[in-house]
């Protein structure tokens, strides 16, 4: 069984860079793809990026330009930088595995 661990993520301005990490741990063998979603109150959860284990990335076109997924397989860890944020990007943000495994949900919030 997999279990992912998000770390990072908080308070920002406008404009401003937030990382969220995702460690994975347990029967990761079998894990091709993780990446971020996130949902905003009163919203549906999103995506925003994906990444394989090759490293082919898909990105929200939202977050394109702005956001940087990457995926360091040796700590079994994904990453979410984040950059020129907006009040938009305010959310809950949850980390994903395949298929169908979720981290526990880190709150980002941008500030005007």
């Known amino acids: 069984q997999v279990q992912l661990v998000q770390s990072g993520g908080g308070l920002a301005q406008a404009g401003g860079s937030l990382r969220l990490s995702c460690a994975a741990s347990?029967?990761?063998?079998?894990?091709?793809?993780m990446g971020w979603y996130r949902q905003a109150p009163g919203k549906q959860r999103e995506l925003v990026a994906l990444?394989?284990?090759?490293?082919?990335?898909n990105y929200a076109d939202s977050v394109k330009g702005r956001f940087t997924i990457s995926r360091d397989s040796a700590k079994n860890t994904v990453y979410l930088q984040m950059n020129s944020l907006k009040p938009e990007d305010t959310a809950i943000y949850y980390c994903?595995?395949?298929?169908?495994?979720w981290g526990q949900g880190t709150q980002v919030t941008v500030s005007s």
């Open positions: 994903y595995a395949s298929y169908n495994i």
């Open positions: 347990g029967s990761i063998f079998g894990i091709n793809v």
């Open positions: 990444i394989t284990r090759d490293g082919n990335t």
